[in-house]
């Protein structure tokens, strides 16, 4: 099956694309790769999501102020997302397969040597800088070759691949090993499942195009980008990683209104995204609940999140679904629904928010590749997904440090909860008008494309 929305794209000008017919499987040996992208995301989510049952652990065991102790949090996010545009270098120039079984490496000997820190600084060191480049690599890969395998059930595929089932299984987890092992026993435990993604992504096998033949078969060669020449003509490994990040990341995007409005919608998001999972723990705590019903609610969290995904996966793969007002309002809800988070003094109205704001979180991240593959095309998602990545990363360093230095201010969580609910919401009134702004700036390139051309009278 042709991919139909670079096919028209390309009719409309929009882009400039190679004259190539890119059949994907769309099912197939495409289950098995869906299948390993769910299990690295399991992984994943698994670490990130359960930093709130650490939380209380760490801030007494070190003795920091929240604000600091949630650097521990926010820079591992941060790096994650900031590495983006170097992890998508190197899948175009290594494939997705070595990329993860690197990051998978990385991340572990992260985990592992935090697991020693005497201090909170060493700590920030090993497990959010190691650790956050070590994600960063395993990531996104396991994004982008779901959209390589899949095109009519690219969003039914993503939802399954990135379905959060790691935060509702790992967090009843988490607490057991915290009681039974302590923080560090915990890590070691976590570094050793991580290690398990070397296994899981050897299905990642990479589609070659052949150019004469207009079709498309699996290979274990790594296909190379056209500036491949460049790169080698490069003197060090320096110059070749700096070319193949210039030649992947079509910095032209820069100058795209859609991506630098969608960049600024993903910059305020991730201001709040991480507030609810981080702090919601440590609020229970503070309204007199238990230390198992505050982790029954990040548990809970992953559940309403793992549902939501596979059903927005289902249903935005329908004609009739407009993928950007589902984004937009899901964003608008969560942002509203935090704000009022510290008039949530009941386990029964917490529970109520935290199966919301698991939908709103599913909802973020399973629509965020389908709306770049919409709005920019899909022969631009490895781009944009990293460039997008990058915006996320900056406002992720600083958020929860942010949120944890406002809450040492007033004594309380709610300036907390203000502060994520606030920047939440003005991320979702950002991309309202994302569609518009999208089919102007087409119209706009189909304009020039024409004048180029000659074909504009």
Request: net charge positive; charged share 15%.
């Amino acid at each position: 099956m042709l991919i139909r929305k670079m096919k028209k794209l390309s009719k409309s000008g929009a882009v400039c694309v190679d004259p190539i017919s890119y059949n994907v499987p769309d099912g197939g040996w495409g289950w098995a790769v869906t299948f390993s992208s769910f299990m690295v995301n399991v992984f994943i989510d698994g670490v990130i999501y359960t930093f709130g049952i650490f939380f209380p652990e760490l801030l007494r065991y070190f003795g920091e102020s929240k604000g600091k102790t949630q650097l521990l949090h926010s820079i591992l996010v941060g790096t994650l997302f900031f590495v983006g545009p170097v992890a998508s270098a190197l899948v175009t120039k290594y494939g997705c397969r070595r990329v993860t079984e690197s990051g998978s490496v990385i991340v572990s000997v992260g985990l592992f040597l935090s697991s020693f820190s005497q201090n909170l600084d060493v700590m920030i060191l090993c497990y959010s800088i190691i650790g956050g480049i070590g994600f960063g690599l395993f990531y996104l890969p396991s994004i982008v070759i779901i959209g390589e395998y899949f095109d009519k059930r690219r969003s039914l595929a993503t939802g399954l691949a990135v379905c959060g089932v790691g935060t509702f299984v790992f967090a009843p987890i988490t607490e057991y090993f915290l009681e039974t092992y302590m923080w560090r026993g915990t890590l070691w435990i976590m570094s050793a499942i991580i290690l398990n993604g070397i296994i899981v992504s050897t299905t990642y096998r990479p589609l070659q195009t052949d150019v004469n033949r207009n079709t498309t078969k699996r290979s274990e060669v790594d296909s190379k980008p056209n500036q491949d020449d460049t790169t080698r003509n490069s003197s060090t490994c320096c110059q070749q990683i700096c070319s193949s990040i210039n030649a992947t990341l079509d910095l032209s995007l820069l100058k795209s209104p859609t991506m630098l409005l969608y960049g600024a919608s993903c910059f305020f998001v991730m201001f709040g995204y991480f507030v609810p999972s981080n702090f919601l723990p440590a609020w229970a705590s503070e309204v007199n609940l238990s230390t198992a019903q505050g982790t029954f609610l990040i548990s809970l969290m992953g559940v309403s999140n793992t549902i939501t995904r596979v059903l927005v996966g289902y249903i935005t793969d329908r004609p009739w679904a407009n993928c950007l007002i589902i984004y937009s309002t899901a964003l608008l809800i969560g942002g509203m629904s935090t704000c009022f988070v510290p008039f949530f003094i009941t386990y029964e109205i917490l529970v109520i928010y935290a199966i919301i704001f698991g939908a709103v979180k599913a909802v973020f991240f399973c629509l965020r590749s389908i709306l770049m593959a919409e709005l920019l095309g899909i022969h631009r998602l490895n781009s944009s997904f990293g460039l997008a990545g990058l915006c996320m990363g900056l406002s992720t360093y600083v958020g929860s440090p942010i949120a944890g230095a406002l809450s040492d201010m007033s004594g309380n969580y709610n300036m907390a909860f203000y502060f994520g609910g606030i920047s939440l919401g003005i991320g979702g009134l950002l991309c309202l008008p994302l569609r518009r702004i999208s089919v102007w700036e087409k119209g706009r390139i189909d304009d020039l494309n024409k004048e180029n051309t000659g074909q504009w009278r």
